[in-house]
């Protein structure tokens, strides 16, 4: 099972020298991954880390291309309807070909109607341009001369460039806990990427993707990721009674605890974690970084 971190780059004043640190810690240390997630303009009411001080997933992106050499580069996720596809579809294919082909594109349809509102985006419509977004996707880093029409976009006559570096193009992997996002990763997907979930709900979501994904007449098995926030006993402040993680399920306790739970998750085939350090302190973070490379990795290989 790979391990990553979700990047810091929300939630605390921008300090591009210490998420740089992190960044290296995390490639240095050994970790298969760094991950962004997104929001764009988040509202006031909304009590949420990602409300200020958010460097935006596809600006930082690139940047990582350039500060890494090894380790893959993920969106947890991005939001599909807030963007128009083709830009979106051009700029990640480019990531792909700056980072030598280290891409994984996780992707959901957002829940913030407030942020849906201020972008003009109508929040009833987020499902359909999300699976618009996503055959696109697919068209476009398959095609470099595109023949496809969806309900709001046409691409023919016309040159995709760059193609990715990976062939046949990089991984998707679809979010979301619901009927319409399990069958939409059957439909349109690589694998499904769940969030702060535990292990039953891991379980329950990942037997109905392999049904609906069966269904489908899909071939192999769709692979099975995770995003889940990590607070470590002695580390992290108890973000709990920060109000800022209210309702979803952590990664909570001792390195044998955190570790005996990571490998209930592998143990379920998921394949890849995303942890969620933001919720702390940046010499936490690093700590985290040494802790989950040099404690808990090691205890998963039993």
Request: net charge neutral; glycine share 8%; hydrophobic share 40%.
């Amino acid at each position: 099972m790979k391990l990553g971190i979700c990047l810091p780059h929300y939630g605390r004043p921008i300090e591009i020298g210490r998420i740089l640190e992190v960044v290296r810690r995390a490639e240095e240390s050994g970790l298969d991954s760094v991950w962004v997630t997104d929001h764009v303009i988040v509202p006031e009411q909304a009590n949420v880390i990602y409300r200020e001080d958010m460097l935006d997933p596809l600006a930082v992106l690139p940047w990582l291309a350039g500060v890494t050499r090894r380790v893959l580069l993920g969106t947890s996720v991005v939001i599909l309807p807030y963007r128009s596809p083709i830009p979106v579809a051009k700029l990640l294919a480019s990531v792909d070909v700056l980072s030598g082909g280290r891409l994984i594109v996780g992707a959901a349809i957002g829940w913030l109607e407030g942020e849906f509102d201020a972008l003009g985006v109508p929040f009833k419509e987020r499902a359909s341009r999300s699976d618009e977004a996503l055959e696109l996707l697919r068209a476009l880093w398959t095609q470099e001369h595109p023949k496809i029409q969806t309900r709001r976009h046409r691409a023919q006559d016309v040159v995709f460039s760059p193609m990715p570096l990976q062939k046949p193009r990089p991984p998707l992997y679809v979010g979301g806990s619901s009927e319409g996002a399990y069958r939409r990763v059957a439909r349109l997907g690589d694998g499904w990427h769940a969030s702060a979930t535990n292990h039953d709900a891991f379980r329950q979501g990942a037997d109905t993707v392999r049904r609906f994904w069966k269904e489908a007449g899909r071939e192999s098995a769709p692979f099975l990721s995770l995003r889940i926030p990590i607070l470590i006993d002695g580390v992290h402040r108890p973000a709990v009674d920060m109000g800022l993680i209210r309702g979803r399920h952590t990664l909570n306790g001792s390195i044998t605890q955190i570790a005996d739970e990571l490998r209930g998750f592998r143990d379920l085939d998921c394949g890849h974690v995303a942890l969620e350090v933001s919720y702390s302190t940046f010499p936490a973070i690093l700590e985290t970084i040494d802790l989950i490379a040099n404690r808990i990795r090691p205890q998963l290989a039993s």
